[in-house]
């Protein structure tokens, strides 16, 4: 048995944002904090830009362990954007997609006081 949308609890995704004057970037992640699991499937992904172009809405209907939520975020901008003249790669939904991990790095610590001692005693 399907349920109606009016009964399927509505939650506001986790969300960076920053805007300058020439580019809006933004990071979403459809849980309700970013140190929880994301929802991992997604559908009726919903990208739009305002007709005044001052609001983004973004919305996303998900399934997590049989139940429904719907992820709504509504961004009030500081100016306007033109999403006509953004880049192809930036638009809904390839900006979604997870990064790759990032490589691990042994991280070398500067040598200190101590570790020169240390060494002239050896």
Do not use: G
Not at 48 to 64: F, G, Y
Not at 91 to 97: A, H, L
Request: hydrophobic residues 40%; proline residues 10%.
């Amino acid at each position: 048995m399907k349920k109606p949308l009016e009964e399927i609890p509505v939650l506001r995704p986790a969300f960076r944002w920053a805007q300058s004057l020439k580019a809006v970037l933004l990071e979403v992640k459809f849980s309700t904090r970013f140190d929880s699991p994301a929802c991992l499937d997604l559908s009726n992904e919903r990208f739009e830009v305002s007709e005044d172009m001052k609001q983004l809405h973004i919305e996303a209907l998900c399934k997590n362990d049989k139940k429904l939520l719907i992820y709504r975020l509504i961004i009030d901008l500081y100016d306007v954007v033109m999403p006509e003249v953004m880049p192809e790669e930036s638009m809904w939904p390839t900006w979604v997609k997870p990064l790759p991990p990032a490589p691990k790095v042994e991280k070398k610590r500067a040598p200190t006081a101590y570790d020169k001692v240390k060494e002239e005693r050896a």
